[in-house]
């Protein structure tokens, strides 16, 4: 990084079904939080980015830069970034750029979806923006259609069994119970994730990460200081169809983002102790597991079902127990993996975001200075 | 999804991309299909088709279907939207047929550099030219015909008879074959797997100077990674400029009578429209603007591929 960045402040909504809050609520509500945790004022604030994917085509809203500088009283600069499930990535990765380059001190980044507004089916052909409409779309493929083939060729090359997938969504809603955003703070059983219905095979409805509304905000500054710092920034990207690649069982881009940020944090793999991951379906969480290097190929489930001691995996329930509103994602892991890293007076932590079939990722790597 | 018809108009004249036959390297049954497709869980296949590419696409019939089948393309009904525009698209039928397993067939017995370009193009001079430079590397292999021998053939051809061409055909012994159809000329041309091998075997890489059925059939029988192959386009913008820029050129050469040269002028159309068609069989496009950028290119690729070969080959074989 050209400039020490910090992360001064964080907060979200509770994520899950919020009928009661619209897109412009849940973007004050998070905005709201993130200022109270932060050691400035809102007027400090010299540019928000927004984080949105959906918001024209599901809530009729374009234009979010300005609905999210319109909650602060001096209407800041702001702009909104897109990139389907990593736009909370590339936001907090712009972010790092207009404060390494000096054009702001403090920017404050907000992810937002409101997606329940919406029947489900709509938001499942949204959603589907985010593969190639002309290489992929025509054929009737869904995005849990993507992620079936993908988990469908895993299986027959490594020989990955159902019942071991279901753990990951074991893991996933055991880990929520203990967080207060979560939308799913409730166990299931492996088996009854084995026997939950089947969307696009083999991705059962409990491989799935929901439709959730919810928000995150952070501020990034150059000026104040805090405890966690931005170590690594890095972007990513692959072809948009999976069509167009060589293999469907690893992500090139989680790889490529993971190498360059390890290099960029110069630390090892092993120097991290908290990671969040990008697990829009369970065999998500596999892959990016591997393709970040933490486990080898095919390997990926060992550290679901053995959980290692030190290092903890989507502690925050993931996108699967703990919501998955989609703008809002990548924001929501950085500022849990800093509150999981406080929490365990750990140094070293790790978000990764991921949109699309492993097509844009933004990989950040925190660092808590303990002392 | 949006149902345009421009976007449909747009999508079909990609199609005919898509209709080969393919194996199946993953697939899963689609349970809630988008709105506009039929409500009924709809399988969906990662095909890899035979010319190398990747495309996603609807399998039909009632049987499961595993990774490694082999498919075959067929026109479905897939959708009518709120207009009445009924769409038709590709989709792949399981077949009995067993295709040679797809590592065996991309096994790279050696590698071959083929120039295919229109007639007038300039491929001979290229060829002539290339010869001379890299004549230690390459050499060509000789088109077998049954068309008579002429006056300016150097000696890159070997003559047979019809019957005799059939002969060699029907036994698997000529592994590409055209007939150049035309009012002046009605021949067969062809390659025979023994001359290809026969360089190999020397140590060098073979050079075809080709057209395009004779392209499509190399790398049918070879594999497409074992050929390296350049496209040599005439200059132009359009297509038109191209055939007028031809047209120029067989004149001047001044060998073929104006019905001879309105043949061949078709025969380039036909070249040239092939050449938008089936990129995937082009690893170069080069225009021949200048003729030394073209050799200097060719040769570059050349010894590109005899450094491939040096690793490929035990050095005795050298």
């Known amino acids: 990084m050209e400039r020490d960045i910090f992360l001064i402040g964080a907060g979200q909504t509770q994520f899950g079904e919020r009928w009661n809050a619209s897109l412009r609520n849940l973007m004050e509500e998070a905005i709201t939080a993130a200022l109270d945790d932060a050691p400035c004022t809102s007027l400090d604030v010299d540019i928000v980015v927004v984080s949105n994917m959906l918001a024209e085509r599901v809530n009729s809203q374009a234009h979010l830069g300005a609905l999210a500088a319109s909650i602060l009283p001096h209407h800041p600069p702001a702009l909104r970034v897109e990139s389907a499930c990593a736009s909370g990535a590339v936001a907090l990765h712009t972010a790092c750029s207009l404060l390494e380059s000096g054009r702001a001190q403090n920017v404050l980044v907000v992810g937002v979806e409101k997606m329940t507004d919406t029947p489900s089916d709509e938001i499942a052909a949204a959603l589907m923006g985010a593969a190639d409409a002309e290489k992929d779309a025509p054929s009737g493929i869904t995005f849990p259609g993507l992620f079936g083939l993908i988990a469908e060729r895993y299986m027959h090359e490594y020989g990955l069994t159902r019942e071991e997938l279901s753990y990951v969504s074991t893991r996933h809603h055991e880990r929520a119970l203990k967080n207060p955003y979560a939308q799913f703070r409730k166990s299931v059983t492996s088996d009854q994730v084995s026997a939950s219905p089947l969307v696009a095979d083999p991705i059962r409805l409990l491989d799935c990460s929901p439709i959730t509304d919810g928000a995150a905000a952070c501020l990034l500054s150059t000026s104040c200081e805090s405890s966690l710092k931005i170590s690594a920034s890095q972007l990513t990207s692959d072809t948009t169809s999976i069509a167009d690649r060589t293999s469907i069982t690893s992500f090139p881009a989680t790889k490529d983002a993971a190498e360059r940020a390890f290099e960029e944090a110069t630390i090892q793999r092993s120097d991290v102790s908290v990671i969040e991951l990008h697990d829009c379906f369970s065999i998500a969480a596999l892959l990016s597991l591997e393709d970040l290097g933490f486990a080898e190929p095919g390997q990926g489930i060992e550290l679901y079902k053995n959980p290692p001691a030190d290092l903890q995996i989507n502690g925050s329930g993931g996108l699967k127990a703990c919501g998955h509103p989609v703008g809002a994602t990548g924001i929501k892991q950085l500022i849990e993996v800093g509150r999981q890293l406080k929490q365990q007076k750990e140094q070293w932590g790790l978000a990764h975001n991921f949109g699309g079939a492993g097509v844009t990722c933004g990989v950040h790597i925190l660092e808590h200075s303990i002392a | ?318």
């Open chain 2, 1 to 318: 999804m949006n149902d345009s018809p421009s976007i449909i108009a747009r999508a079909q004249k990609k199609r005919h991309s898509r209709a080969l036959c393919g194996t199946v390297l993953s697939h899963t049954i689609v349970r809630h299909p988008p709105a506009g497709f039929p409500k009924q869980p709809r399988c969906i296949g990662l095909i890899e088709l035979e010319d190398g590419s990747r495309t996603l696409g609807a399998i039909t019939g009632a049987k499961p279907i595993a990774i490694g089948q082999h498919v075959a393309p067929r026109m479905q009904l897939m959708k009518i939207n709120n207009a009445g525009l009924r769409t038709y698209d590709i989709v792949y039928e399981p077949t009995v047929m067993q295709h040679a397993p797809l590592h065996e067939k991309q096994k790279v017995q050696g590698y071959i550099l083929a120039l295919t370009g229109p007639s007038g193009v300039g491929k001979s001079t290229v060829n002539l030219l290339l010869s001379q430079v890299i004549g230690d590397y390459a050499q060509h292999v000789p088109i077998i015909t049954t068309r008579d021998p002429k006056k300016q053939d150097k000696n890159e051809y070997s003559y047979v008879s019809e019957q005799e061409f059939q002969d060699l055909k029907d036994q698997g012994l000529i592994i590409a074959a055209t007939r150049i159809p035309s009012n002046t000329e009605n021949r067969w041309y062809g390659y025979q797997a023994k001359d290809i091998e026969r360089i190999w075997k020397q140590g060098k890489i073979p050079t075809v100077v080709t057209e395009m059925h004779l392209l499509k059939d190399l790398s049918h029988h070879y594999g497409r990674r074992s050929i390296l192959s350049c496209g040599l386009l005439p200059p132009g913008q359009s297509r038109r400029a191209m055939l007028s820029q031809l047209l120029h050129r067989l004149r001047k050469r001044g060998r073929d009578s104006e019905a001879s040269i309105r043949d061949r002028l078709r025969n380039a159309e036909q070249d040239l429209i092939f050449f938008d068609r089936r990129k995937d069989l082009f690893d170069h496009l080069i225009v021949n603007e200048d003729l030394d950028h073209v050799v200097s290119i060719l040769k570059r690729c050349v010894r590109k591929l005899d450094k491939l070969s040096t690793v490929q080959k035990p050095k005795e074989a050298l």
